[in-house]
Every structure is written in structure tokens, then in C-alpha cells.
């Protein structure tokens, strides 16, 4: 029985890592109805794991259920996604300081590389994979599990907006990350550690005060 329990939560988490990729990847449009039936013919499973993949990801914020009539991929309101942003400016800056102290010469060299691979792209969803890795290697030598839980969700249930933001923006603000990020990268690299959460901070509120110029985005 115990084997059989495991083999189903393995199977649910592979599902539910699946259906997470879609959905940060743009697969998966906020608002799109998610049908259990047709998810489980295509993954050739049953609607058991389909079912409680679709619960891990309702924890996670990127799914809602209602009951008695399906699932849902989660639309944020402006309101919403407003306040999502305010939590990752208090939070964000909290889980650098408890990983910038521990980052190593390796880890500031690799974010070096990071910062000239997106300054060298023109792709949207390669400029958002190269981002949240150079953001989640500043913040790699934490020990605040629950902590970057938090900030984790944050990420992914603001990401549809990030993308649909990003792609409106163009090339126009590129040269403004670029100089937040590099600011960011230096004050780490000189141990500078509350120049880099001041930084990070405004470098959050600044996204949000440009994303709250656009409500045709929700």
C-alpha cells in the first residue's frame, strides 16, 4: 500500500511540474480552463494524479478549483497583482540578506555571465528564464526555506504579466535592467550587502509602478 501511495504522489508532482512549466511558460494562458478528462487522455494517465496535481498547483497559487465546476489557470485582477509586487519588495530584499553574506566568488562570476547573456538577447522568453536565474543565484545560499517559498510563488504567479509587460515594454527599458542589475552585481561583488537589498528593492517597485500604468494587462 505504501509503495502505491508514492508511486501516486510521484506521479501527481510529475504532473503538476508539467502543467507548472506550461503555465510559466505562456502554454497555459491565465483564465484557460484546465479539463481533467482531456489532461489525463493526453498524458496517458488517470484522473486520480490529475486530479491532485491540479490541488499542489491551487496551493501554489497558479490554479484555482471551484467546486462542482473545474479548474482554471488563475487570473490576477491589477489589484491583485499590485499587492503581489508590494510583498515581493518587503520579502525579496529579506531573502538577499540571508544569502548575500554566503555567496561565494563563483556564484558573483556566474551572475557576471548571467548579466552579459541578457544584455546579448532579444528573446522575450529567453530574457524571463535568464532573469529569474540571475535573481535565484543571488539568492541561492539562503537558509530560509519558508522564506523563499514564499517569494517562489510570488515569482510564478506574477510571471504571465512579467511576460505580457515585457513584450509590450520591447527593447525601451532594457538599458534600465541592465543598469539595475549590473548596480545589484556590484554591491554584492564589494560586500555591500544593504546597497544591494536598496537596490533590489527599488528595482521590484520600479516594475510595479510601470506595470500599474497598464491595466489593459489584466
Known amino acids: 500500500?505504501?509503495?502505491?501511495?508514492?508511486?501516486?504522489?510521484?506521479?501527481?508532482?510529475?504532473?503538476?511540474?508539467?502543467?507548472?512549466?506550461?503555465?510559466?511558460a505562456g502554454g497555459l494562458a491565465p483564465g484557460t480552463r484546465i479539463i481533467q478528462d482531456e489532461l489525463a487522455e493526453e498524458l496517458e494517465t488517470s484522473r486520480l494524479p490529475v486530479r491532485e496535481a491540479l490541488r499542489i498547483l491551487a496551493a501554489r497559487g497558479l490554479v484555482t478549483l471551484r467546486a462542482n465546476q473545474g479548474a482554471w489557470v488563475t487570473r490576477m485582477t491589477m489589484r491583485e497583482c499590485d499587492l503581489s509586487y508590494k510583498m515581493r519588495e518587503r520579502l525579496e530584499p529579506l531573502l538577499l540578506a540571508e544569502s548575500a553574506p554566503h555567496l561565494t566568488v563563483a556564484d558573483i562570476t556566474e551572475l557576471d555571465r548571467l548579466q552579459e547573456r541578457i544584455e546579448g538577447c532579444s528573446d522575450v522568453e529567453e530574457f524571463l528564464v535568464l532573469d529569474r536565474q540571475l535573481h535565484w543565484v543571488t539568492y541561492r545560499r539562503h537558509d530560509a526555506e519558508e522564506l523563499a517559498s514564499i517569494v517562489a510563488r510570488l515569482w510564478d504567479t506574477t510571471q504571465h504579466y512579467r511576460r505580457a509587460f515585457t513584450h509590450l515594454a520591447g527593447t525601451e527599458r532594457s538599458w534600465i535592467i541592465g543598469a539595475e542589475h549590473r548596480l545589484?552585481?556590484?554591491?554584492?561583488?564589494?560586500?555591500?550587502?544593504?546597497?544591494a537589498e536598496q537596490i533590489l528593492e527599488l528595482h521590484i517597485r520600479r516594475t510595479r509602478a510601470e506595470l500599474s500604468q497598464h491595466p489593459e494587462l489584466f
Open 184 to 195: 545589484l552585481i556590484e554591491a554584492l561583488r564589494e560586500h555591500d550587502h544593504v546597497s
Open 1 to 24: 500500500m505504501a509503495e502505491r501511495t508514492d508511486g501516486a504522489a510521484v506521479a501527481s508532482q510529475r504532473i503538476a511540474d508539467q502543467l507548472r512549466e506550461r503555465i510559466l
